[in-house]
């Protein structure tokens, strides 16, 4: 058979690794996908020609993106620029052309995934995107293909590295967040600006990529609930730790009765738990359906190669469907386009889930008991207290509770009662909590 | 779409469990396959009816297998019987009346797949097999497609449930294992006849089929190495824990500089990897990529679920490609037919590992310098040794040695030599040993 011609839109660290990949593995890739594949034309404003193994295999290599997806020899056109713009116009204008495309733009399918996959669909085109959650772990193939059998329950996700990194050093070393911070990006596993990681926006893009293919509902990324890390305490930490849980910074879809649960959020989670053993830049996500039960796919999350490994994947995929009949093809979103439904997404008041709490209280008799009071009106129930030690001199103590499942609403409405009491000073720290089981 | 047809063989556990999930998902499934899926013609000597949800839901069933197979309305043939026959000569049957198969009988796949994938190939059908190994976990599918830019380097795999419980067992509780075995058969973990577990077996099929996937070699049961964990005993277990290792029960497959390993044995693995925490009867595999790295898939290994979810997502692949050309699919070991090659698997003297040793040594100055003298000529570098307390009265205590990498035919003559020195006394325990790093 005739070699697959690629265009590529971007040489970068995972442009880059996929020429790597595609390079290297170029033989033992064709024996797997029964043809050559082979980039012809590539696009990008600037690259490090010396750092990319495989460059000079390219046929030619300009700066213009929109001339790569208008040329008539590409079939599949590889957008690794991320961002919205152009990424989104390429896109488009690929499938307006009638090509197939790879994608690693998570931000991309999570905000226009819903416009760019009718696109395709209507033009009979195939847009693959593997890449866009989790990097080299096939978890959209699991989700979409080897679990289709399944209702899915729930997935509970480590999806970004950098703050799984950060949540680790905290831990092993019992440093501040601020700290690690700025080591994380001294290392290079943390950008610059830190935002998207640190604030949970790359871990709700890829949610909301996950959520719509477990649950068969549209991509709704500003429906998905989105808490960052910035505010975890090393003596929080500690204290999770002590009461044998860890804090990781978790993506959560659940199907509850009411609706789809969408929340990205730091999780006290059991320390037994595998998931709770996945440290530093790895990712991992935890698929429970109703079959199978729990499943787990561990992996790097990140990085040029791994990251190179999914796009090639889903290139692989892709030229076996170059002469397929479009109707027999997997669907883009799991579900057939025409079978997706409205079912709502939750608010992040009208979730359940249990809770970590930290109150500074008076040291004073009475005090803890008026606490649980209140909570207790509230419809709380506690599992666990603790008082710790006052400092000498202080007059508050840090008092730690756990609490079992309970609507968001009735924890706002406790906490503002307990605060308003006088009983407690500063703010109460709350970190939500999950068992994982069943 | 019609519906596809569904001809199911066998009643037992995982046939049962194929009703269940297909009957009660059906409309999710339906969904997602973009057509009904309806079993129209089942067979089995012997079932329980009352057991089976929507068993009501088959139009036909009967006593005769064949009957099944050479249904004209019958699209795709579910083969649930196990065991090598009538197994091979149904699914043979079924390739010749040009039916696309699905089956879960790793020892069939083990065997005979060479025969039946060709068979398959040259009829333009496809034979899928993801329920053959770790049960519900998409680990064929992850090894074909998902993985399908890299160049596997090894696999390291649980893929024995059974022996996995008794191994967590043995090391949680200190008990013996023929105490543990008799717990599992009590409990249902473990067959009448644990022969295909304890031994090997069974995990040797599986991981057969795994090493084709990720090197392109032909199935070669004959030549995969298999120990059971009968020897293992508890005080081996406690010593490796205190040495900051775990015993599991791997499958492994290796690209070596001279060859394939293809093994499964008991094997001392560090106790923080991930894979040394899956305890019970769960299943994982890890898998190194060139590309992406370590990852790891993990679930249930078996039972009539999990096992049911591997096959309805095989069939609803298979529904998609009823209508495709027979050459675009994804080929059945992952490679193209043609491009299958001969390296050779090494045989077990040729292997290379780390080794954990338990001699039972003469309690006299001299006597471990002189077995370190003997591994020393034979090339074998000591990593840890530790000479345990004698009991009151014995003339021989236990001394633990670790050793670095050696070939296997180094350790037998070592080992030969150092019995035949009369310094030790009865037979040396050997566990192979891994760091399953890079």
């Known amino acids: 058979m005739e070699p697959v011609n690629i265009g590529l839109l971007g040489l970068g660290t995972v442009g880059g690794g996929t ?7 170029a033989v033992e890739i064709a024996r797997r996908a029964g043809r050559g594949i082979r980039i012809t034309h590539a ?60 994608t690693a733009n998570k931000a991309l399918i999570a905000l226009h995934g819903n416009e760019i996959f009718a696109a395709a669909q209507a033009r009979g085109v195939t847009v693959a995107f593997e890449a866009a959650v989790a990097g080299g772990i096939p978890i959209i193939k699991a989700l ?13 996700g480590i999806i970004n590295g950098t703050g799984n990194f950060i ?28 935002t998207f990681d640190v604030e949970g926006i790359d871990a709700a893009h890829k949610l909301t990529i996950l959520g719509s293919l477990a649950f068969g509902i549209p991509l709704q990324f500003d429906k998905t609930f989105t808490e960052g890390i910035g505010a ?17 910074h978790l ?14 959020h730091p999780t006290l989670i059991p320390h037994r738990r595998l998931i709770a053993n996945v440290d530093g830049v790895m990712n991992a996500v935890l698929v429970k359906g109703d079959a199978v039960g729990p499943t787990l796919y561990y992996g790097a999350g990140a990085g040029a190669l791994p990251t190179a490994s999914a796009v090639v994947a889903d290139v692989v995929d892709v030229a076996r469907v170059l002469t397929t009949d479009p109707t027999n093809r997997v ?6 386009p025409t079978e997706l439904v409205d079912t709502p997404v939750l608010a992040i008041e009208n979730v359940e889930t249990a809770y970590y709490l930290r109150l500074t209280a008076l040291d004073r008799p009475g005090v803890m008991a008026g606490i649980a009071g209140i909570l207790g009106e509230e419809g709380i129930s506690i599992e666990a207290i603790q008082q710790k030690e006052p400092a000498p001199g202080e007059t508050h103590v840090p008092l730690i509770m756990l609490t079992h499942r309970v609507r968001e609403s009735c924890m706002n409405r406790a906490l503002a009662r307990i605060e308003a009491s006088g009983a407690v000073q500063g703010e109460t720290v709350r970190i939500r909590m999950e068992t994982l089981a069943g």
Do not use: C
């Open 19 to 25: 020429v790597t990949v595609l390079t290297r593995n």
């Open 43 to 102: 696009a990008a404003r600037s690259y490090d020609a010396e750092r990319i193994e495989g460059l000079g295999e390219i046929a030619r290599i300009g700066e213009d993106a929109f001339a790569v997806v208008d040329d008539p020899d590409v079939d599949i056109v590889v957008e690794l620029i991320g961002g919205y713009s152009p990424a989104r116009e390429l896109v488009l204008r690929a499938i307006a052309n009638g090509k197939h495309v790879v």
């Open 144 to 156: 979409r293909e080897g679990l289709a059998g399944n209702h899915i329950e729930w997935i509970a």
């Open 167 to 194: 949540l680790t050093e905290m831990r092993d070393r019992g440093r501040d967040f601020a700290d690690v911070l700025a080591e994380a990006q001294a290392l290079g596993y943390a950008e610059a600006d830190p």
């Open 232 to 248: 975890i305490q090393a003596q929080d930490v500690a204290y999770a730790g002590a009461l044998g849980y860890r804090i990781k």
């Open 251 to 264: 993506g959560i879809a659940r199907r509850a009765a009411d609706g789809i649960e969408l929340r990205v």
């Open 331 to 336: 669907p883009h979103l799991a579900f057939q």
